[in-house]
């Protein structure tokens, strides 16, 4: 399988808290996309970051890129309960399909 | 922003029956979409790559003839479950993605129950 995967599987934190996801995959990539899930919903795009870009922001969220490593993390800032949701990464090659990691679900509790 | 659409968002139908799901693309031509599916608490898994006026890509293990895609326009693609079993049910998501950027838009999904 090419799946990424993801750590933690699941976390829980306190609002205000930051929260950081991992991803690791295993085949090069054109980029890696983050993108969220609330339960039983589709999948919001979050954030972009191209093969050849280390760092990026959106506001609350940041994300890196390690590709010596075929490694990412989502880092969101100072979380709200709204937050709360699953997240997962996903890497397009060459054909535009994505392969999406196993996911981290995220509980923020007030 | 761009908005996919899927329906019927909820389908509940007896074993052996066909159920049909629409993905419309309402804001740009999607020249390709996707069909995803997911198990509960589990990841999206690809099943295929819809490419409009052509036959579709399928992942391997998913089974053409069990699951007819077709992408007939440019906002339109289908995906028909033929002969539904229980082992069916899942969560379908639809994407389509825009030619002028490098990200999907996800459609709500689709739940699929067979009794």
């Known amino acids: 399988s090419q799946q990424g995967e993801e750590d933690p599987q699941a976390l829980s934190i306190q609002e205000g808290e930051n929260a950081t996801m991992n991803c690791s995959y295993k085949?090069?990539?054109?980029?890696l996309q983050w993108y969220r899930q609330n339960s039983g919903r589709g999948l919001v795009h979050l954030i972009l970051?191209?093969?050849?870009?280390r760092e990026k922001h959106s506001g609350r969220l940041r994300v890196t890129l390690d590709t010596s490593k075929k490694s990412s993390s989502l880092l969101i800032t100072a979380s709200r309960a709204a937050d709360t949701a699953s997240y997962f990464c996903?890497?397009?090659?060459?054909?535009?399909?994505?392969?999406f990691g196993t996911g981290t679900r995220l509980q923020v509790t007030l | 922003g761009a908005v996919v659409s899927q329906h019927p968002s909820r389908v509940i139908c007896k074993s052996g029956t066909s159920v049909k799901i629409e993905c419309r693309s309402l804001?740009?031509?999607?020249?390709?979409m996707f069909w995803y599916r997911q198990f509960p608490k589990q990841s999206l898994m690809l099943m295929a790559t819809s490419n409009e006026g052509s036959k579709a890509t399928y992942e391997q293990g998913v089974e053409k003839d069990k699951f007819l895609i077709n992408h007939a326009s440019l906002t339109l693609s289908t995906l028909t479950v033929t002969s539904a079993h229980p082992e069916d049910s899942s969560f379908y998501i639809c994407?389509?993605?825009?030619?002028?950027?490098?990200?999907?838009?996800f459609g709500p999904g689709t739940r699929l129950l067979v009794l």
């Open positions: 994407s389509a993605r825009d030619p002028n950027k490098e990200t999907q838009y």
């Open positions: 804001d740009f031509q999607a020249t390709t």
């Open positions: 996903a890497t397009a090659g060459t054909a535009s399909k994505l392969t």
């Open positions: 085949t090069s990539i054109n980029n």
């Open positions: 970051i191209r093969s050849n870009e």
